[in-house]
């Protein structure tokens, strides 16, 4: 099935409006068994990829993975990231900050963790919680030693999207791409998920009452991604509203813009060098010579 992958990006200055964005959509597979066939070829061809992207060495990858409680962010890393070389993937993720890193600017513990060149980072949740559980618990701001005049100036969220933007272009032109996907799940469809782990005993451990607790703000939650979405969203670090109350299609989905942003670097292995040739066939020379012994 032929997919417009684009319609599924945050143009940028565009004003979101998620009720207009669905949770579910056609699939682009027409069978369990070419959803297996898909996402393996694609896993494939992104090992491939990974392997020139941590040789060539001239960019880094960092995709930022945001999403409310039960909407797949785990299984899509899983799953899309299965054939990676771990030793050119780093996966992050961000809870509650510790006391030092309440000590420092919002960005300071998230910039630590960013990757190399040639390496792909993945935040599974981000910097992006100062803008949307702070915003929706503006009570955790108060604890993080703010000066009393940034809070009350009522721009402090502006701000910290102004930092963020100013941050990613400055990634971008280190030759750091940026590649943030929501995870857009339907309210329902987390109610389903909730109760499957209740039901299932090996997935007992991933519910608590603060996941129920935090499910009564789904509305503040949508407005506060609402206006992310709206404010971060660049030609240079672009967010995709991924639908993703199939968690198949979300898989292939996001499989499938990582493998696009990786082609687009035009990557390669680097080119021996005449003194790098020469040294080649010193060491031929050497190993042929031992063999012969």
Known sequence: MHFDFDTLRVSEGESVSLSNHPTLIKPIYSSREEYREMLATQVEQLRKLQNIHYADNRFALLLIF??????????????????????????????????????????????????????????????????????????????????????????????????????????????????????????????????????????????????????????????????????TSTKHAPWYIVPADDKANARLIVSRLILETLTSLDLSYPLSSEPRQKELLDIRKQLMDEGAR
């Open 66 to 231: 945001q999403a409310m409680d039960a909407a797949g962010k785990d299984s899509i890393i899983r799953h899309v990231m299965t054939g990676v070389n771990p030793q050119g993937c780093q996966v992050f993720s961000f809870k509650h900050p510790s006391l030092e890193e309440l000590e420092h600017d919002f960005l300071w513990r998230s910039n630590r963790c960013l990757p190399e060149r040639g390496h792909i980072g993945i935040f599974n949740r981000s910097y992006y919680e100062e803008v949307l559980i702070v915003r929706v618990h503006p009570e955790i701001l108060l604890a993080q030693g703010i000066p009393d005049a940034v809070i009350t100036g009522g721009e402090v969220w502006d701000h910290r999207y102004r930092s963020i933007v100013d941050m990613e272009n400055h990634l971008y032109r280190n030759g750091t791409r940026v590649v943030k996907f929501f995870l857009h799940l339907s309210k329902a469809e987390q109610r389903k998920r909730f109760l499957d782990r209740i039901d299932k005993p090996e997935k007992n451990w991933k519910l608590s009452m603060a996941d129920i607790e935090e499910r009564k703000y789904w509305k503040q939650y949508m407005k506060a991604y609402e206006a992310c979405l709206s404010a």
